[in-house]
């Protein structure tokens, strides 16, 4: 698996590559915790190139995602899901959870229209 991340306008990119099994599900959780850490709380995960994702994965993007709406304006958005992958993420009611689009321009555009700030919501 390969994890690419960048800034853009206050957005985290982060594109994912390759086969997100249960040990490397580790490498995605830690980029996703690396951007909470650095105050990246709109985050959008391209997964145009993603193979295969295991349960640890999902968990990983659950667990970033209720990292990130603890602050306002906070998002996990899902770009470009392979066909199989987006499948099983409705399988476990991830569709529901979070905001998908079908390309990273539109994630970008919908996430950076959230709003600004970084006070907490609630749990």
């Given amino acids: ?19 997100v099994d249960s040990v490397e599900a580790t490498g995605l959780a830690k980029a996703l915790e690396a951007a909470a ?16 994702m295991s349960s640890a994965g999902f968990r990983a993007l659950g667990d970033a995602q209720r990292n990130s709406q603890r602050h306002q304006g906070g998002e996990v958005v899902l770009a ?5 992958i987006h499948e099983a993420l409705e399988m476990v009611g991830f569709t529901e959870y979070f905001h998908i689009e079908d390309s990273v321009e539109a994630a970008l555009a919908f996430a950076e229209n959230l709003p600004a700030g970084d006070s907490k919501t609630g749990d």
Avoid: F, S, W
């Fill in 1 to 19: 698996m390969e994890i690419t991340t960048q800034d853009i306008n206050n957005v985290e990119l982060i594109t994912v590559k390759g086969r």
């Fill in 37 to 52: 850490r650095r105050g990246k709380h709109k985050i959008v995960v391209d997964m145009r190139e993603v193979e295969y």
């Fill in 80 to 84: 470009n899901i392979p066909a199989l």
